[in-house]
DNA sequence: TTAGTGACTGTAG
DNA sequence: GCTACAGCCACTA
């Protein structure tokens, strides 16, 4: 069995750490496909099919701008879940957005 | 099988 | 700074 495209995002974004965000496009070039931002997207939105906790709230556009919360259950579950690890949000906007930002290391 | 769509980003004007 | 377009890969109908 080989890594999809979708299993190199979960795997990223599970490293994510408690507090801190990431980017699309990060991750994306992280894996291997800069341009495929989209698909990181696409993949968090599956992320709700896995077994394991997928932290996609911690994943914003370039711009910190919660895009995605729409695709949760409830459309402030996504600011409340990083609110509640200390992240400050205003109108979908991440404040301090550069400072949280989380770059995946190479294991 | 083909066509359409999507939680995005970088480049160009 | 903004708008417009192309590229990327996987999934669904």
Redo the contacts with the bound molecule.
Sequence with gaps: MEA???DKVFDVVRQIPHGRIS????I??HIG????????????????TEKEF?P??R?????GL???????ANQNT?REMLESEGVIIIEDQIQNFEELLWYPSLN
Excluded: C, E
């Design positions: 999809g495209f979708f980017t699309y496009g990060t994306a070039k496909s800069p341009k495929a931002a989209r698909m990181v997207g696409w993949a968090l939105n599956k992320s709700s997928v996609a709230h994943v914003v556009n370039r711009k919660l895009t995605g919360k729409r695709h949760f996504m």
